[in-house]
């Protein structure tokens, strides 16, 4: 079975702290994904990384950076973190295995409240 | 326009009940289709993949109208633990995924 880990499920921060969030996967996937998911709006697409030390911008990428330097982990960092960050951040990763139609498999979320 | 459209619900079907969701996708270059499932407070799981043949899965049917752009879910003999929001998921190339916003469906006893 494919396992997505997430570093926290809950994290309460203050305006302006930096917020590192954590995504490792044992599955050896290239893709790796960061989403924030809001009430109204579904899924949205952060950043994501095709490869170590790749990363490509998704829709909503302002206000935040990521880091990939293993295979198996995915960092999602908030430089200067904003209430209107606050969210549930979910992380997923897909294999590409020659075929990009891999399906993604999913963390359980972190949901971050900012003061 | 949104790259994936879903209508939000609710859906409160009675159990036994059949129920259907459909998910209208904007770029014709799509090229596959998922159906997911979250529960409250969870993560996004897999329910099943959508091929244009339709696929069944015990009392779950997935379908896909390329003409119309469209894929749909139908679920027969509901369950109270059917009771989830569904997700429609359209992957084009180049890894990108589009998420529908999600269809909530409660199953009333």
């Known amino acids: 079975d494919v396992k997505v880990t997430q570093s926290s499920r809950y994290l309460v921060k203050r305006t302006g702290e930096k917020v590192f969030l954590e995504c490792v996967q044992d599955?050896?996937?290239?893709?790796m994904f960061w989403y924030r998911q809001d009430p109204g709006l579904g899924l949205r697409l952060i950043y994501f990384?095709?490869?170590?030390?790749?990363?490509e911008k998704g829709d909503i990428p302002e206000g935040y950076s990521v880091s990939r330097e293993k295979k198996e982990r995915f960092s999602l960092i908030l430089e200067s973190a904003s209430t209107n960050q606050t969210s549930m951040y979910l992380c997923?990763?897909?294999?590409?295995?020659?075929?990009?139609?891999?399906?993604?498999?999913f963390g359980p979320g972190t949901r971050l409240l900012v003061l | 326009r949104k790259e994936v459209e879903q209508d939000p619900g609710p859906f409160n079907v009675p159990e036994g009940a059949t129920v259907a969701f459909n998910c209208t996708y904007s770029?014709?270059?799509?090229?596959?289709f998922f159906w997911y499932r979250q529960d409250c407070r969870k993560e996004p799981k897999l329910l099943m993949s959508?091929?244009?043949s339709g696929n069944e899965d015990g009392r779950f049917t997935a379908q896909l109208n390329r003409a119309s752009q469209y894929i749909s879910l139908l679920i027969r003999d509901s369950k109270l633990s059917d009771s989830a929001t569904y997700l429609c998921?359209?992957?084009?190339?180049?890894?990108?995924?589009?998420f529908g916003t999600g269809t909530s469906l409660t199953v009333i006893p």
């Open positions: 770029n014709s270059a799509s090229q596959s």
């Open positions: 998921v359209v992957i084009r190339t180049g890894n990108q995924f589009y």
């Open positions: 997923a990763s897909s294999d590409t295995s020659g075929s990009w139609q891999e399906t993604q498999y």
């Open positions: 599955m050896d996937h290239e893709n």
């Open positions: 990384s095709y490869d170590v030390k790749m990363k």
């Open positions: 959508v091929y244009s």
